[in-house]
């Protein structure tokens, strides 16, 4: 088992080492100064130059690059000179000395994602913290949302197959799997939001806290998730209805379930007790997978509703071209899928000996 996670772990240090070489190639490239985006329009010669050497700017790719690898490793090299680039500097860096060898530091430290551009001297490390639980949240909530609804519908759809209720459900299933996400969340703010407000209460845009009405504090505001959640979990509310049907449509076909049915058990009690459990394998694996993809797919979902999480913020920064959040956001985003995918082969390989064999 140690040396299949291992295994796992050396695969996902190469996923994310592929991952954080693309971003910092495909944004080095684009046209535009970094550090004139940093100063905005109110540089001179003199704080370009000082700004460029502060952050490195001013050498070549190369060592730009490693120096972002430097930032963004665990274990990293430092200069003890202060006007290098690597200089040990607290406000920058946030770790232990492990070793001096000569002018160098290595250091234990905690991941540095750098700057915002656009939001001065704030760590890109402190506006992902700020909006990554609320985005967390809304995801938890869609995949509540749709497991609980799409066990039901798939238990409803396997039990009236072929039937007018069946092919219904049939429909909003491919529906959900095939509208976009972002036409959805317009749909629905607009409807439910606009249109429909006085009886449902519910508001076009909100986040989760709210600043009550004297601003001497905030609360939270949960039926501003209710709309973003639901619109979130439509796509694997749809994944989830097929693959209960299916799975459960074969369970019912086994001998033990014809056994029960012979004992004069109903067919609540057969699904409660014998069929469910063992149709689940399928949705319990989709889920894991939609779990991770949903952080990065809330981006349009989050910015149409005004909901506070990282995707609203991904989307101001490509409006403000601030890159250093950008790319924190899609390291971060990779690596939970990374992580999260480690779990769940561990999980696997766990209920079966085969998989950590193969």
């Known amino acids: 088992m140690i040396r299949y996670l291992l295994h796992k772990i050396g695969y996902a240090l ?18 535009g100064d970094p550090a004139r985006m940093m100063l905005d329009q109110n540089e001179n010669s003199e704080q370009l130059a000082l700004v460029k050497k502060k952050y490195g700017f001013d050498k070549p790719i190369s060592t730009q690059y490693l120096y972002y690898l430097n930032d963004l490793s665990p274990l990293s090299f430092h200069s003890t000179k202060s006007d290098s680039y690597t200089f040990l500097s607290e406000g920058k860096y946030n770790g232990i000395n492990f070793i001096t060898i000569g002018n160098t530091n290595i250091v234990l430290k905690t991941p540095y994602l750098r700057e915002s551009f656009q939001k001065s001297g704030k760590k890109v490390s402190d506006v992902i913290g700020n909006t990554l639980p609320n985005t967390f949240i809304l995801a938890l909530l869609a995949i509540i949302i749709a497991i609980v609804v799409g066990v039901f519908l798939g238990i409803v759809s396997a039990l009236y197959k072929d039937t007018l209720l069946d092919r219904m459900i049939a429909l909003v299933s491919s529906l959900g799997m095939s509208i976009p996400s972002f036409f959805s969340a317009i749909l629905f703010a607009w409807l439910f939001g606009f249109v429909w407000h006085s009886y449902t209460g519910l508001n076009m845009t909100g ?23 639901i619109v979130l979990g439509i796509r694997p509310l749809g994944v989830v209805i097929q693959l209960m049907r299916n799975s459960l449509l074969e369970t019912f076909g086994q001998d033990y379930i014809r056994t029960a049915k012979a ?7 057969i699904i409660k007790n014998h069929a469910l459990k063992n149709s689940l394998n399928p949705v319990v694996t989709a889920i894991s997978g939609w779990f991770a993809s949903m952080l990065a797919g809330a981006v349009f979902v989050e910015y149409i509703f005004g909901w506070n999480g990282l995707g ?3 989307v101001e920064a490509l409006n403000n071209l601030d890159l250093p959040v950008i790319m924190g956001s899609v390291i971060v985003i990779a690596t939970t899928f990374v992580v999260i995918n480690i779990l769940v082969d561990l ?3 766990y209920l079966d000996p085969k998989i950590r064999l193969s």
């Open 207 to 229: 986040s989760l806290y709210e600043v009550d009405d004297f601003g001497e504090g905030s609360y939270i505001q949960w039926k501003n998730s209710i709309l973003p959640a």
């Open 347 to 349: 999980v696997y390989a």
């Open 14 to 31: 190469l996923t994310l080492f592929g991952v954080i070489t693309v971003i910092f190639i495909l944004f080095t490239i684009l046209p």
């Open 312 to 314: 609203k913020e991904i």
């Open 263 to 269: 004992k004069g058990l109903n067919s609540f009690q």
